[in-house]
């Protein structure tokens, strides 16, 4: 997907998601993070600046080539929707980031990606935004709730979630989503990290 511009932010190499940001507490330094469909890296290069170890996985060669010599950073070109699966089976990471990408089949992989005591942080758009312009088409929007249900089937717990349509500096309707596995039952990690971050 080319470069879009959401909420003041072009999706390119610039500044991260903001929604990234609001839960960047739960990926602590030395984590272990999947970026998925890093386009050209801000994820990946903003993450790795904290200390963080990202796979970052896209399609575009040349994009991850301008990362491949960053440190903290393992690229891997791969096509996700036409080739298999290019991790390890059972593979899991501490942070799992998502942005503006979807493809239906690779949901409950993705979830399934989410370590014990990590975090899912996915963001992209969703039914309503072709009123807007590009992605129009049903296959890139999320239904209402969608995300929730990926969360809720690979046995997830939700710490922020909004659907909303964002007014500026182009309307834009998304959805995102935060959702933490429990390494011990009873255990909510979202709201443990969030009272480390404050304390």
Known sequence: MTDVAVSGIVHGTGAPSSWLVRWAHL???????????????????????????????????????????????????????????P???GMTFDAVIVTHYLHRPLLARIAASVAPGGVLIYETFAQGN???????????????????????DAGLRVAGFEDVTLPS?????????????????????????????TA
């Open 87 to 89: 991790l390890p089976a």
């Open 130 to 152: 072709e009123r807007y312009g590009k992605p129009s088409n049903p296959l890139f929007l999320l239904a209402p709730g969608e995300l929730l249900d990926v969360a809720r």
């Open 27 to 85: 990926i602590a330094p030395g984590a272990h993070a999947l970026d998925l469909a890093c386009g050209q890296g801000r994820h990946t290069r903003w993450l790795a600046s904290r200390g963080v170890h990202v796979t970052a996985i896209d399609r575009d060669a040349a994009a991850l080539a301008t990362m491949a010599s960053l440190p903290h950073v393992t690229t891997v070109a791969a096509d996700l929707e036409g080739a298999p699966w």
């Open 169 to 197: 500096p182009r309307a834009a309707c998304v959805q995102r989503l935060c959702a933490t596995r429990a390494s011990a039952p009873g255990e909510n990690p979202g709201t443990a990290a969030l009272y480390e971050a």
